[in-house]
T-cell receptor
Framework: EAQVTQNPRYLITVTGKKLTVTCSQN?????MSWYRQDPGLGLRQIYY???????DKGDVPEGYKVSRKEKRNFPLILESPSPNQTSLYFC??????????????FGEGSRLTVL | DQQVKQNSPSLSVQEGRISILNCDYT??????FLWYKKYPAEGPTFLIS?????DKNEDGRFTVFLNKSAKHLSLHIVPSQPGDSAVYFC??????????????FGAGTRLAVHP
């Protein structure tokens, strides 16, 4: 089954404690991206990657890091989480069709709470 | 400044009636428009899209209309069913450097279809 898998699905942590949210896709997609969803703001892009070792900032990259060492994996790293990073996070990937339309396949989401 | 706006946070419709969800955008460079549906505790899933060169696209009970002069699109669901109750995100797509289109999302509209 084609899917984007994120872990953990739910996490409560404290300010300053480094954490990583993993993302893996099995569709051989080149493009991967992270979004955060906040009430009244919709989904905003944090970082994206067009291929292995190619990453770039989205609209809200502050406080986040990413890496793309393998095509299927795109982890999101919060080096020193702060309460304003409490949010619902989505990883997404896109194949050839998405090159023209932007269509994305999303994971199930990771709800992060920073105390 | 939000480039994609969904001004109605919520909509309530009776089963069997038409649901109309609206979306406005500001950037005339957008070349595709997409609608995503999101159930609680799940990731957004692609529903329907329309190219900027078209004014209508239909898929079963779902129809998207695009009015480029007004920079407005709408999603019609006929007839509405209780299983359609979800949050609907409007998204617009534009080509950025690197060859992939980027999606910019609205804030979402929560649709409730009641018996």
């Amino acid at each position: 089954e084609a899917q984007v898998t994120q872990n953990p699905r739910y996490l409560i942590t404290v300010t300053g404690k480094k954490l990583t949210v993993t993302c893996s896709q099995n569709m051989n997609h080149e493009y991967m991206s992270w979004y955060r969803q906040d009430p009244g703001l919709g989904l905003r892009q944090i970082y994206y990657s067009m291929n292995v070792e190619v990453t770039d900032k989205g609209d809200v990259p502050e406080g986040y890091k990413v890496s793309r060492k393998e095509k299927r994996n795109f982890p999101l790293i919060l080096e020193s989480p702060s309460p304003n990073q409490t949010s619902l996070y989505f990883c997404a990937s896109s194949g050839d069709r998405g090159k023209n339309t932007g269509e994305l396949f999303f994971g199930e989401g990771s709800r992060l709470t920073v105390l | 400044d939000q480039q994609v706006k969904q001004n109605s946070p919520s909509l309530s419709v009776q089963e069997g009636r038409i649901s109309i969800l609206n979306c406005d955008y500001t950037n005339s460079m957008f070349d595709y428009f997409l609608w995503y549906k999101k159930y609680p505790a799940e990731g957004p899933t692609f529903l329907i899209s329309i190219s900027s060169i078209k004014d209508k696209n239909e898929d079963g009970r779902f129809t998207v209309f695009l009015n480029k002069s007004a920079k407005h699109l709408s999603l019609h669901i006929v007839p509405s069913q209780p299983g359609d109750s979800a949050v609907y995100f409007c998204a617009a797509s534009a080509r950025f450097s690197g060859g992939y289109n980027k999606l910019i999302f609205g804030a979402g509209t929560r649709l409730a279809v009641h018996p």
